[in-house]
């Protein structure tokens, strides 16, 4: 089968760094994503892995090791908007753009 | 302003009624994706389509149709074969390595 695991809530304060662990088992792997989602709105996309190493955007930061089938997601100086769930999808063909989605991170931001 | 945009914004149907839903880009992308997004869940791809007059079924497409008549239109119907329908329906359009989303339709069964 294929998966991807993350956890379920992670919880952190104003000003602090959370690190989105997911790991993932899939027939092919061709790029690892992330995506935001607020309650009741729609994803909105972050950052894009295809290669190993670490990609910064901003406040945020994406990793890959693809030998370990693992990635996480680093956000730092945490705001409170930054309370949403979080999704990592891999990218499993080269010639269709369809994503394998894990279940989703909520981060909890507190003053 | 590109984008894609769905209706209706909620939607209630009685047991045993189709209902279709709608997706519209402007975004000139050629493949297109409906998924299905229940409560504390990520998203589950129910139809996908890379060009017009062609679609593919996703993970869950039992109870579920979809047409690609035109580039910048993906249709969905939710028939009454879909056992539990009640969920957050979203459509996206894909470019290179990024999927943009539509605000999505969510769908009450009474």
């Known amino acids: 089968g294929q998966s991807l695991e993350q956890p379920s809530e992670v919880t952190a304060v104003e000003g602090a760094i959370v690190q989105i662990n997911c790991t993932y088992q899939?027939?092919?792997?061709?790029?690892l994503s992330w995506y935001q989602q607020h309650d009741g709105g729609a994803p909105t996309f972050l950052s894009y892995n295809a290669l190993d190493g670490l990609e910064e955007t901003g406040r945020f930061s994406s990793f890959l090791s693809r030998s370990d089938s693992y990635g996480y997601l680093l956000l730092q100086e945490l705001q409170m908007k930054d309370s949403a769930s979080y999704f990592c999808?891999?990218?499993?063909?080269?010639?269709?753009?369809?994503?394998?989605f894990g279940q989703g991170t909520t981060l909890q931001v507190k003053p | 302003d590109g984008g894609i945009t769905q209706s209706p914004k909620y939607l209630f149907r009685k047991e045993g009624q189709n209902v279709t839903l709608s997706c519209e880009q402007n975004l000139n992308h050629d493949a297109m994706y409906w998924y299905r997004q229940d409560p504390g869940q990520g998203l589950r791809l129910i139809y996908y389509?890379?060009?017009?007059?062609?679609?593919q079924k996703g993970d869950i497409a039992e109870g579920y149709s979809v047409s690609r008549e035109k580039k910048e239109s993906f249709p969905l119907t939710v028939t009454s074969a879909q056992k539990n329908p009640t969920a957050f329906y979203l459509c996206?359009?894909?470019?290179?390595?990024?999927?943009?989303f539509g605000p999505g339709t969510r769908l009450t069964v009474l």
């Open positions: 389509s890379q060009i017009v007059n062609d679609f």
């Open positions: 996206a359009s894909t470019s290179r390595n990024e999927q943009f």
């Open positions: 899939t027939s092919g792997f061709y790029g």
């Open positions: 999808a891999v990218r499993g063909s080269s010639n269709t753009g369809k994503l394998i």
